[in-house]
């Protein structure tokens, strides 16, 4: 009996302490993500939903999470600037660069991208968007930030009523060209404002194009590509 009794005592204090603990709100697209496996080593309670902006949740906290690699294509697709401007709704938001062990952030015979182009894009994170940067080596790393942030006592629970940022037109159709390589948003003004629609912009030749702009473009390239 006495034995059944402290069994019990125990079950409820492993209980108390797992309900003590912050929970994670987790986007569905990181279910196969090792960070979520660290947090679930960690003991960490995990709620997985479609987050309509983040990876991660923590109390009044929203984390997107990028592997170097992921940071490297989605600044040179400009996918991270929109991400960026969402994020804009929370107060409290953090970017996690993950990996810096195992793959090297300055790469230019890899990726192609000029190491101070990079570090100028890293400053607007933080000058521009207000944006505060982690560089964290691997996804146990990574795991360890966030359970420290879910241990600090000076935030607490958000809400979750944020949604995507809708463009306006305008801006949809200034997306669409800032995604071809060699056009930013400079560019892609510049030319919307002197041939109006995308199609006018399409049906031009590489040399006009190139005129416009004053440099070499891939925007035919991919037109032409097979998925």
């Known amino acids: 009996m006495a ?20 929970k ?5 697209r990181e279910r196969n993500s090792l ?35 992921d940071f490297i294509s989605s600044m040179m697709n400009h996918h991270l600037v929109k991400q960026l401007e969402e994020l804009q709704q929370y107060e409290n938001r953090l970017l996690i660069i993950e990996g810096i062990s195992e793959e090297e952030l300055y790469n ?20 521009k968007w207000k944006m505060p940067l982690i560089f964290s080596k691997n996804s146990e790393d990574t795991a360890k930030f966030i359970s420290v942030l879910a241990k600090k006592k000076e935030t607490a629970e958000m809400p979750l009523n944020v949604s995507k940022r809708i463009l306006n037109k305008k801006q949809q159709m200034q ?39 004053g440099k070499k473009s891939e925007i035919f390239k991919i037109l032409e590509e097979e998925y």
């Open 3 to 22: 034995k059944q009794l402290f069994d019990i005592f125990s079950r409820k204090k492993e209980m108390i302490k797992e309900e003590s603990k912050i």
């Open 24 to 28: 994670i709100i987790v986007d569905n």
């Open 35 to 69: 960070v979520f496996s660290e947090l679930k080593k960690l003991g960490f309670p995990i709620e997985f939903q479609q987050l309509p902006i983040g990876d991660y949740i923590v109390k009044d906290v929203v984390i997107e999470r990028k592997s170097v690699s």
């Open 108 to 127: 230019e015979e890899v990726d192609g991208v000029n190491s101070n182009s990079i570090r100028g894009f890293l400053l607007s994170i933080v000058l």
């Open 175 to 213: 997306f669409v060209l800032e995604a071809f390589s060699g056009i930013g948003p400079k560019n892609a003004k510049k030319l919307l404002e002197k041939h109006k629609t995308l199609k006018n912009i399409f049906n031009l030749s590489v040399e006009q194009i190139e005129g416009d702009i």
